[in-house]
């Protein structure tokens, strides 16, 4: 039975492009026509289970099944079976649109209401889950310049992971028009990365927070290493708390952090960094964001990747952030960027499959490869891009135009 559905779902969603599939029972069957750009793959099922788990959850069943090696990859890669299918369910892929429906919408309350809570003990092991694993990973996997585990900015299409993460701090440290002898406030600050690139281009002192013990230990070392650590203190505290001691900051970057606040308190993050901000101040939020309408975390995520993590919308960030007398003076989408740097890690996990597994085993590889896959098919065929939000609380603290933007980022890239 099981197996029957699933040939009728692939029959639909697999037009372009090839996916074989060899049954447990020795039987097979082909979906779709090859067509230029569009991956040719052959996959294995080992048990007659396979079929039902995944039209349980298309999305976890698949994911556990080639965690668990029961879904074997024949011919191409992971990265390739994920963007077949994605391909084939474009986004942005016209025709009629019609309006959420009910279930949809009651579904989606009922999961946030459930798992949205994350208070100050949750946010800490949530981070926990996902950036504790090790830095030895992260050092496989990101560029060696700045470890910056975010999206990275591609003017040009030929430039290597670690161009490409310089010109994305040159870009955010250009949006918050920093001056001489201003104090920053750097939330879920990683490794460091954007605290040092401030305080190496400009004379600024620049506080990072986290909420990672294994982020936070190398991120001191790195600040040492940098000869910056004059300029650059990395604490392990939650931005709620700095907000209750009655902290304030000229200026505030967050980059990648805001994904893991949680629905439910994306005012408290607002109201706190708006207490946190000078009267004067600026701040810049760089954050995954979906095209459309609010939505929910899918179970794979959920489960394997970022526990108490939610992709915000563009209105609900909005809503959230104007209650508390942030002014958005600057809205940039970035909508391909992110793919790309994806692609890029996926390629390091790839180039370094054998050390990867030898840490932890090959359970683990698969779940983290399909994990970068489907992010990076995401924002190329789905519905996630990346925000860059500019807030502040003076409509006369910035230039009138935008000009000043292009001009610092271009000083900071030496062009």
């Known amino acids: 039975m099981s197996k029957r559905f699933l040939n009728s779902f692939l029959k639909k969603g697999v037009k372009k492009g090839r996916l074989g599939v060899v049954f447990a029972d020795g039987s097979s069957q082909t979906y779709g026509e090859a067509e230029d750009g569009f991956p040719e793959i052959v996959v294995r099922f080992a048990d007659a289970k396979v079929p039902r788990d995944i039209l349980t959850d298309p999305r976890l069943g698949a994911a556990e099944a080639f965690m668990d090696g029961r879904l074997i990859i024949e011919e191409g890669d992971v990265m390739g079976l994920v963007t077949l299918l994605r391909a084939n ?9 019609s309006p959420p429906k009910l279930s949809r919408k009651m579904l989606n309350r009922a999961t946030f209401a459930f798992e949205q809570v994350n208070n100050a003990i949750g946010s800490k092991d949530n981070v926990a889950h996902h ?15 700045h470890w910056q585990y975010s999206c990275a900015y591609w003017p040009n299409d030929d430039m290597t992971l670690g161009e490409a993460q310089t010109a994305k701090l040159a870009h955010i440290a250009a949006k918050l028009a920093l001056e001489p002898g201003q104090k920053v406030l750097d939330i879920g600050c990683g490794w460091g990365g954007m605290s040092i690139f401030l305080a190496k281009h400009h004379d600024v002192h620049v506080t990072g927070i986290t909420l990672s013990e294994e982020q936070a230990a190398l991120a001191r070392e790195r600040v040492e290493k940098a000869g910056v650590a004059d300029k650059v203190s990395i604490e392990l505290v939650d931005y709620r708390d700095f907000a209750k001691a009655g902290r304030k900051f000229d200026r505030i970057v967050s980059v990648g952090m805001f994904e893991h606040v949680g629905k ?63 002014m958005a003076t600057d809205i940039e989408i970035l909508r391909l960027h992110y793919a ?10 790839m180039e370094h499959r054998e050390a990867i597994i030898a840490m932890y085993d090959q359970r683990f590889f698969n779940m983290w490869t399909f994990y970068l896959a489907g992010a990076a098919t995401v924002f190329e065929h789905g519905g996630m891009c990346n925000f860059q939000i500019q807030y502040t609380r003076n409509r006369n603290a910035l230039p009138l135009t935008r000009d000043y933007i292009g001009e610092t980022e271009k000083t900071l890239l030496g062009k």
Not at 136 to 145: G, N, T
Not at 306 to 324: C, D, N, Q, R, V
């Open 131 to 145: 950036y504790d694993i090790g830095n030895d990973l992260y050092a496989l996997m990101l560029d060696d310049e």
């Open 340 to 349: 790309k740097t994806i692609r890029q890690w996926y390629a390091n996990c």
């Open 264 to 326: 439910a308190q994306f005012e408290t993050f607002f109201n706190a960094c708006a207490n946190l901000l000078n009267d004067d101040g600026v701040m810049l939020l760089h954050t995954i964001g979906r095209m459309g309408s609010p939505g929910m975390t899918d179970a794979f995520t959920r489960k394997y990747i970022f526990p108490g993590g939610y992709i915000p919308a563009l209105s609900e960030t909005m809503a959230a952030s104007e209650k508390h007398r942030l």
């Open 89 to 97: 369910n474009r986004w942005e892929k016209g025709g009629k649109i």
